[in-house]
């Protein structure tokens, strides 16, 4: 079977404005990160999948599909997480839809996938 690049593999190519960088250096204020990102499909097929992430494996932009079907999936992790440590808030939960598009036929239709994820930051205590 073919396998579709994802939206985390897209914005991998992608020439961005403000360039490439890495979790750590766009964070620098967090100590710890826990991360558990499920993933299933919404009917009564497809695999239900579990992702864990830190900061010795941290997130990219982009959580994958577990959708073999599925093109240019996955569940946009980076705001939920970038917008809880503005915040600066230690807990967080965020849901939604793959934003990838399942092939059927010579058409497409929305990816059936469902994301859930909570998420436990500790910062760097700040100087005086």
């Known amino acids: 079977m073919k396998k579709y690049p994802s939206a985390q593999d897209h914005l991998q190519e992608a020439n961005l404005f403000l360039g490439k960088t890495t979790f750590l250096k766009a964070y620098p204020q967090v100590e710890s990160l826990d991360l558990t990102v499920e993933a299933h499909p919404i009917g009564p097929d497809g695999e239900h999948r579990f992702y864990r992430y830190s900061l010795e494996n941290p997130p990219g932009e982009f959580c994958p599909c577990p959708n073999p079907r599925c093109s240019n999936g996955g569940f946009r992790i980076g ?50």
């Open 79 to 128: 705001i939920f997480l970038g917008q809880m440590i503005f915040d600066k808030q230690t807990q967080g939960t965020s849901e939604g839809l793959c934003v990838g598009r399942e092939k059927t036929g010579r058409d497409y239709q929305m990816c059936p996938y469902l994301f859930k994820a909570e998420a436990t930051v500790r910062y760097k205590s700040e100087e005086p």
